[in-house]
């Protein structure tokens, strides 16, 4: 029985491997570092949009309040819960493709892009009515500060969609094993990053 | 011919139960019959309940500031143990943390010092 630290993946434990896999591990390092950075990339944009809605808010408290008494908070809130559920489900996929169960992570991974889908409908659903209360892009200065952010996440989310798929389609043809998933785990890197960012946005948008 | 049989048959054994104990998570003592994913799930779940409650009531610099932490709870958990920060290499946790703390540190200045200033 272990604690909570999960058990590292193979690649380092190849790392010695006689038969030259030290290489499989140095690949596997080299795309998770760059995955980073290109998530430290994005960390600087999302901050920018993010700052720019802050700064927003404290000066103009009074028509925040007004969008969020527009709005509500449960639709957004039932968001949250799908994109949460989603990065569960990713990382149970990649649990799944760790133990070389395969099917186990087409389905995680599937319930992954479904769960996304729904997202970003409920997010089309949350605009129109947005757009309904007269908050477009263009309406006020609130409507670019909250549509540049939250638009820019969910053109993410559907990026995310599609790589979701793909991962599937990829598995489906035997691409991943429980020795080699790196591709799993990138994915998943940036699934979660995404999960991360909507943390952010639904508490300093809708929340506070 | 029986010792190898022996051999894998305890072979087996010990594999599935390093399977097994991939689905079980021992936080504070306790044995929890799910994996460490689900358990940060629920974790996450109920905080995010938690904040949608706290979101309906008169909002203060407390409710704010609890809001912010929980927040920041969710996105350390999602980190750590989703995107593996915790097991993996620490030059991707220095990856993404000079970008925050830069980030951090330009939100704090354009949210305390005045327009007018800069």
Known sequence: MTDTTLEHSGAHADAHDAHGHGSIAQRNDNLKMATWLYLASEVVIFSVLIAMFVVYRLENPARIEEVHQASGVLLVALNTFLLLTSSWAMVMGLHEIRKGNRKGLMRWIGLTALLGAVFVAFQYVEYSTLAHEGITLYSDAFGMRFYAPTAFHGAHVIVGVIWALLVVNHARRGGYTAEDNIGVEIFGLYWHFVDVVWIVLFTVIYLI | ?118
């Not at chain 2, 306790?30 to 974790?43: L, Q, W």
């Not at chain 2, 109920?46 to 927040?71: C, D, M, N, R, Y």
Request: charge should be negative; aromatic fraction near 8%.
């Open chain 2, 1 to 118: 011919m029986a010792a190898e049989q022996s051999a894998h048959s305890e072979a087996h054994e010990t594999e599935q139960k390093a399977h097994t104990s991939h689905d079980q998570t021992v936080l504070l003592g306790r044995t929890i019959p799910f994996p460490i994913y689900t358990v940060v799930f629920g974790i996450l779940a109920a905080a995010t309940v938690i904040e949608v409650i706290i979101s309906t009531l008169p909002k203060g610099a407390l409710g704010t500031a609890i809001l912010i932490a929980l927040s920041a709870m969710k996105a350390i958990l999602v980190v750590l143990f989703y995107m593996h920060l915790r097991e993996d290499s620490r030059i991707f946790a220095i990856a993404l943390g000079i970008p925050l703390f830069i980030a951090a540190v330009a939100m704090l200045f354009l949210t305390t010092v005045p327009p007018g200033s800069y």
